[in-house]
């Protein structure tokens, strides 16, 4: 390894030290996320160690819900000088009003299911009918 790959790390080293897969690294990669500090002649990707911690973030941004454009958003404004607190703080406050409509959905849903299972005719032995495959399910009204 030549003196200016020195200190770096490869892509599987990356993967490996943050738990994220290789082909995850790369899309990150693709679309802007990370970008590797160097390749090599054989097309290895070497990242610095301060990308451990960029990769951490994003795994954290989305496990509380941050969409990889957030994210991405995210990493601009603090890419640009400015603080990226503020625009955190705003995506948060929207995350919350869908987590709540969310919620308030999957309560629907929950209630309707128990209904169901309910009022359910035990008809598990009968045979189903060419117009439909399971009655219980038949019966839930959405809209198509």
Do not use: W
């Not at 951490?56 to 958003?73: H, M, P, R, S, Y």
């Amino acid at each position: 390894m030549g003196n200016s790959l020195k200190g770096l790390l490869k892509i599987g080293e990356i993967a490996k030290i943050t738990s994220v897969a290789v082909s995850t690294l790369r899309y990150y990669e693709e679309i802007g996320l990370v970008q590797p500090t160097d390749k090599s002649s054989a097309k290895y990707r070497y990242y610095k160690k301060d990308d451990v911690q960029l990769i951490v973030f994003i795994k954290k941004a989305q496990n509380i819900g941050f969409t990889l454009d957030e994210i991405k958003l995210i990493l601009s404004e603090r890419s640009s000088g400015k603080s990226p607190c503020p625009k955190v703080r705003d995506l948060a406050q929207r995350k919350i009003v869908e987590l709540r409509d969310k919620i308030k959905d999957l309560k629907l849903i929950e209630r309707d299911l128990k209904r169901y299972v309910l009022n359910c005719c035990h008809e598990e032995d009968s045979k189903p009918h060419e117009s439909n495959v399971c009655k219980m399910i038949d019966k839930i009204k959405i809209k198509i």
